[in-house]
C-alpha cells in the first residue's frame, strides 16, 4: 500500500492511466472486430470500407503506446490480404 502522499498519487494516476489505455485497446479490437466480420459475411465492399475506417484508429494507438508498432502492421497487413483475397 501507498503510505506517502506523493506514492498515493502515482497510485491513482497509475490507476486511471491503466483504465484509459484499457479503454483505448478494447476500442482497438473492436475495429478489427467489424472488419472481420465484414470478411466473413462476404461482402468486399463493407470490408474494404471498414478496414479504411479501422486504419487511422489502429495507427493512433501505435502513437499512444497502446499497442507495439509491429503487431499492429501485422494485423493491418492481414486484414488487407484478406480483403483484397475477396476480388
Do not use: C, W
Not at 489505455?21 to 479490437?29: G, K, P
Not at 475495429?31 to 465492399?45: E, N
Not at 499512444?64 to 483475397?85: C, Y
Amino acid at each position: 500500500m501507498a503510505n506517502s502522499a506523493g506514492s498515493r498519487k502515482r497510485a491513482r494516476q497509475a490507476e486511471k492511466r491503466r483504465q484509459h489505455n484499457a479503454s483505448l485497446r478494447s476500442m482497438v479490437r473492436t475495429y478489427i472486430k467489424k472488419v472481420i466480420k465484414a470478411i466473413d459475411a462476404g461482402d468486399q465492399s463493407v470490408a474494404a470500407e471498414a478496414f479504411k475506417t479501422a486504419q487511422p484508429v489502429l495507427d493512433s494507438s501505435v502513437n499512444k503506446g497502446i499497442f507495439p508498432k509491429n503487431k499492429i502492421a501485422r494485423v493491418k497487413s492481414r486484414l488487407n490480404a484478406k480483403v483484397k483475397a475477396m476480388a
